[in-house]
């Protein structure tokens, strides 16, 4: 039930969704002043609630002169979408998921998404990783984002979330500058996984060999190097595919999946996988929702590998469960 109402959350336009919050809110509690318990929003590239929607819609107006923090609560978790709301979806179903299983209860949120934010990753992503465009994004294309997700950080930090959290690889490109001295908790996605694997107690597949992890994932999460560090720091030694690889395999599945050719991206993601688990990889992260997607749960390569928004979704519920006993 609650999947579904996230699901229908996310597709209502932004006025439809707080029309609806307001109408269950106020049978439930008078006090119309006081902020629901999560919140999900759509805002402008500034990080503000667009004027035309202020107007029109009493909660968002009350919202916008609202002097304080709409969650109050210590657990409160920021939600910055990125590439996608489809990818965004995806974590908060994987948050909810979770909690149930550790039977804890699901924390209190905020998810701020942008479609002008989620159209520039998407180009930068796109002229990384196709065979039909390699320009490298100028400065300025990574200046612009910069500042558009360092403004949805303020936006979710006046909001009241204690933790901010990006379930958007691209986005961790920039995950040092945008954070940079912000006083906000916030987890890293490959410092999750890096972790995770570091606490899981991995041998290494071959006698003498150092503990391999691969990783595959578009040309842009790649060359932007995040995950080979924070792997590299805790000791693992990172294999990514080579050359051949990318050019005959990778770029041309993302392209396929481009296509809406589902059996062919498929089919080149197998070669991709096979090509790096035959060179003692112990674990393939794919950090990439696209190709997470691509191959059947049941298909037996998918037990080697990884997905970085579980452990992002996990570290989550930790931090939120800590939090909250902090505060009590």
């Known amino acids: 039930m609650l999947d579904r109402s996230l699901q229908m959350s996310l597709n209502c336009p932004p006025y439809l969704l707080v029309r609806q919050r307001t109408l269950c809110y106020k049978r439930l509690n008078p006090v119309r002043s006081m902020p629901p318990s999560s ?9 503000q609630f667009p004027e035309s929607r202020k107007t029109c819609n009493p909660l968002i107006a009350s919202l916008s002169s609202y002097d304080g923090p709409l969650l109050s609560a210590p657990n409160t978790v920021g939600i910055l979408g990125g590439l996608s709301v489809d990818s965004t979806l995806n974590f908060l179903r994987k948050l909810v998921h979770l909690s149930k299983e550790n039977e804890a209860k699901c924390m209190p949120f905020v998810v701020c998404s942008d479609p002008v934010l989620n159209r520039e990753l998407s180009s930068l992503e796109m002229s990384s990783s196709s065979l039909c465009s390699r320009n490298e994004p100028s400065q300025s294309d990574h200046t612009r984002i910069v500042k558009n997700l360092r403004s949805k ?9 204690h933790c901010i959290v990006m379930p958007c690889h691209i986005s961790h490109s920039w995950h040092d500058e945008v954070f940079k ?36 994932a578009t040309d842009a999460t790649l060359k932007a190097g995040f995950y080979q560090e924070k792997l590299q720091i805790e000791g693992f030694e990172v294999v990514m595919p080579d050359k051949a690889t990318m050019e005959h395999a990778v770029i041309p599945a993302i392209d396929a999946l481009n296509r809406k050719d589902m059996e062919g991206a498929r089919n080149l993601l197998r070669i991709a996988l096979q090509v790096l688990l035959v060179r003692a990889v112990n674990t393939v992260i794919i950090a990439s929702d696209d190709m997470c997607d691509v191959l059947p749960r049941d298909d037996p390569l ?3 590998c990884i997905d970085p928004m579980d452990a992002l979704a996990r570290s989550t519920i930790k931090w939120a469960q800590q939090a909250a006993d902090e505060g009590t």
């Open 39 to 47: 919140v999900i929003l759509h805002t402008d590239e500034s990080g």
């Open 153 to 161: 950080r303020v936006f979710l930090k006046k909001s009241g979330a």
């Open 181 to 216: 001295g912000c006083s906000v908790h916030s987890l890293h996605m490959a410092e999750c996984v890096a972790r995770e694997l570091k606490e899981a107690g991995l041998k290494p597949l071959e006698a003498g060999s150092p503990l391999r992890i691969g990783v595959l």
């Open 302 to 304: 998918l037990k080697k």
